[in-house]
């Protein structure tokens, strides 16, 4: 459609007339004088055949609510209140090596499995320490859980104990770690 097109411009101009027509007249009568309230419809109500139950509205009182006010002393307050008895504390001594290089350094231990999955590390851990009298650990490092056995201060004494723990589990390997001393 064209605006230099006559017909289409007076169509359009036809059809809109009644519309800005009456909106002109109603802004020069000074606003919507012809135009009705709005009223809300009635609210629904069941017709139950009761009569309708009306709420009844309760204010609050907050001077009614105060205590009275007597003229006390606050010295005399003080003296009425009874003192709270004092909380039992015990206390249990307990023996904390002064650095931490005294108790962990760095040694080797002997890896003998590791898995994504922490059931069947789990599993490995309780057999290897039925198999073993070496204290033996779950790491998690690198997103396996490894299971590592012995805390060995020297290479030395790590390889002597692998030669033992390879006839149960032959891929064992020696692995640089801190350890207890």
């Known amino acids: 459609m064209s605006w230099r097109n006559p017909l289409a411009v007076t169509l359009i101009l036809l059809f809109l007339y009644p519309i800005l027509n009456a909106s002109c007249a109603r802004q020069a009568s000074g606003g919507d004088a012809d135009v009705e309230a709005y009223e809300p419809p009635p609210p629904l109500v069941e017709e139950t055949g009761e009569a309708p139950q009306t709420t009844e509205i309760h204010t609050y009182d907050l001077e009614a609510e105060m ?5 006390v002393e606050p010295e005399e307050l003080e003296e009425s209140i009874e003192p709270i008895p004092a909380d039992e504390v015990r206390i249990e001594e307990v023996v904390v090596p002064s650095k931490l290089e005294e108790v962990f350094g760095i040694g080797y231990r002997i890896q003998v499995f590791a898995s994504s ?29 490894k299971i590592r056995v012995g805390d060995f ?22 692995v640089s770690t801190t350890i207890r001393k």
């Open 117 to 145: 999955e922490l059931e069947s590390a789990e599993r490995m851990k309780a057999n290897v320490m039925s198999d073993t009298p070496l204290p033996v650990y779950m790491e998690y490092e690198g997103g396996y859980y």
């Open 153 to 174: 201060a020297t290479r030395e004494q790590a390889a002597a104990e692998r030669a033992k723990i390879s006839e149960l589990y032959p891929d064992c390997w020696i």
């Open 67 to 71: 205590p009275e006010q007597d003229d």
